[in-house]
């Protein structure tokens, strides 16, 4: 991604904001750095998911970050499970 997403974080690499919709190649540059967070093939249950979300964001609802990611397809979800779009756990390639 060749936007930055420093403006948004905090001194620990931590998203502090969302940008608006018109800065949508920040967005997507977060959103990449986010998908980053996840490993490909493996499966997380979503309070892993809400945990990991937490762990990288100082925001008061994590959970636009989720949705945003859903939304985006860098995640994917069923019966519980999520994954990164790019890997489905147990898929062999």
């Known amino acids: 991604m060749t936007k930055s997403i420093l403006d948004f974080q905090d001194e620990f690499g931590r998203i502090t904001t969302w940008p608006s919709d018109r800065r949508r ?4 540059a977060i ?9 490909t093939g493996v499966a997380y249950d979503q309070g892993q998911v809400e945990q990991i979300l937490a ?3 100082t925001l008061e609802d994590p959970s636009i970050l989720l949705n945003e990611l859903l939304d985006g ?7 519980g499970v999520y994954w990164r779009a790019d890997g489905r756990p147990g898929a062999r390639g």
């Not at 190649?25 to 997507?28: F, K, N, P, V």
């Not at 959103?31 to 490993?39: A, I, P, T």
């Not at 397809?73 to 019966?79: N, R």
């Open 25 to 28: 190649t920040h967005q997507l």
């Open 31 to 39: 959103l990449h750095h986010l998908k980053g967070l996840f490993e």
């Open 55 to 57: 762990d990288h964001s």
């Open 73 to 79: 397809d860098y995640l994917v979800t069923a019966d």
